[in-house]
């Protein structure tokens, strides 16, 4: 696997845990930090619900916003200026 690759799961891992650890699902989070060999270090970017869940409602905000009246003015000024970009 190329080195690249392995950072990238590497890191995947670390917030997987942080947000397990931020759920307070703490014997989860133990136990894939111990099945996963997942590094101990801190987050580059510590977001209160974990960076995998600020990511997540962000994306899903945009995704929803493709298919659903009901998504906020933020997503649909992005899915706006993606159009325009693409016309």
Known sequence: MAQGNWEADKM???YI?????KRKLNAS?????TEGKVATDPVAIDAPGGFLFEW???????F????NEKHSENAAAYIEVTLLSHD
């Open 29 to 33: 989070a133990k136990a894939f930090m």
């Open 64 to 67: 929803i916003a493709r298919t």
């Open 12 to 14: 995947l891992d670390v």
């Open 56 to 62: 997540w409602s962000v994306f899903w905000d945009i």
């Open 17 to 21: 845990h942080d947000y397990l650890l």
